[in-house]
């Protein structure tokens, strides 16, 4: 059975979301995303704009402002909703990993 869209999101997907919490143009995103995990996470131009449109085109993202080919993006309550999903499951997996390992321990 396929997974559903969106059912858990990649790296760039959730970094995406995260920063879409306050309205941003797509460089501002880009941005955001590298500053916010010290350069771990890369979104790229062909990434971000195929997700925007995606996310849009969902329901999770709505465009805030249009400025010949600047637009500017932010969550909307269903984004939230998922990007809470979201956390809420890599949380889940930090505890089942806590359970099982023990707090603190790196291997």
């Excluded at 059975?1 to 919490?21: A, D, N, S, V």
């Excluded at 909703?81 to 949380?91: A, N, T, V």
């Amino acid at each position: 059975m396929p997974r559903e869209k969106f059912q858990t999101l990649t790296e760039q997907m959730f970094y995406i979301l995260l920063c879409l919490g306050e309205e941003r143009c797509g460089a501002d995103i880009m941005g955001e995303v590298a500053a916010l995990t010290n350069g771990r996470v890369a979104v790229g131009p062909g990434t971000l704009y195929n997700l925007l449109e995606q996310f849009l085109h969902d329901g999770y993202i709505e465009e805030t402002k249009a400025a010949g080919r600047r637009r500017s993006y932010r969550l909307t309550e269903k984004g939230r909703i998922l990007l809470r999903e979201e956390y809420d499951r890599l949380r889940a997996r930090i505890g089942d990993y806590e359970s099982k390992m023990g707090k603190g321990e790196r291997t």
